[in-house]
């Protein structure tokens, strides 16, 4: 494994737990580094370039877009995030794992910038949500196996059912 270098790309539509499965990873193994992304909106309060975010303004992000420093871009309430090619291959010289964590689609641009790299490091999974991909590998219980543990239907009594005042 020496001198190799791995790139892995977690994939997925917003709000599917991207970010989450990676902390859970790079918690798991702090070995593994996280790219700063860079990105055309301002930053909020606490925010520190080049820790958070780079921050660039439209016309400096187009010029890294156009000169292929950009890895992978998407453009998100009105601002473009991206992941700096620098950032990466600096890693990657390094020998360093790398995470990116990209939407379903700039995975097919990360093959593209990096041909040398294994192709399965590219690959999304097949489902569509996280929640479908945990709700599939998920423990399933058995079905009971007697009548007795279903629970009965109950109802609510109606007027015809309930005693008249007397």
């Known amino acids: 494994m020496e001198n190799e270098k791995y790139l892995f790309v977690v994939s997925g539509?917003?709000?599917?737990?991207?970010?989450s499965v990676v902390k859970a990873l790079r918690e798991a193994h702090p070995e593994i580094e996280k790219t700063v992304s860079a990105t055309t909106r301002a930053p909020r309060p606490g925010e520190q370039e080049g820790v958070d975010y780079y921050y660039r303004t439209r016309e400096q992000f187009q010029h890294l877009i156009d000169t292929d420093?950009?890895?992978e871009h998407n453009f998100y309430n009105g601002n473009?995030?991206?992941?700096?090619?620098?950032?990466?291959?600096k890693r990657l010289e390094a020998g360093k794992?790398?995470?990116?964590v990209i939407d379903v689609h700039g995975a097919a641009n990360i093959r593209r910038m990096f041909p040398g790299l294994p192709p399965s490091s590219c690959c999304r999974p097949p489902w569509r949500s996280w929640n479908a991909a945990s709700g599939?590998?998920?423990?399933?219980?058995?079905p009971a196996s007697?009548?007795?543990?279903?629970?009965?239907r109950r109802s609510w009594p109606s007027r015809r059912s309930s005693p008249s005042p007397s």
Do not use: N
């Not at 794992?97 to 990116?100: E, G, K, S």
């Not at 599939?136 to 058995?142: I, T």
């Not at 007697?146 to 009965?152: G, K, R, V």
């Open 97 to 100: 794992l790398v995470v990116l």
């Open 136 to 142: 599939a590998a998920a423990p399933r219980r058995k």
């Open 13 to 19: 539509a917003a709000g599917t737990g991207k970010d």
């Open 69 to 71: 420093q950009v890895v």
């Open 146 to 152: 007697s009548s007795a543990s279903i629970p009965q």
């Open 80 to 89: 473009y995030y991206g992941t700096l090619r620098e950032e990466v291959d």
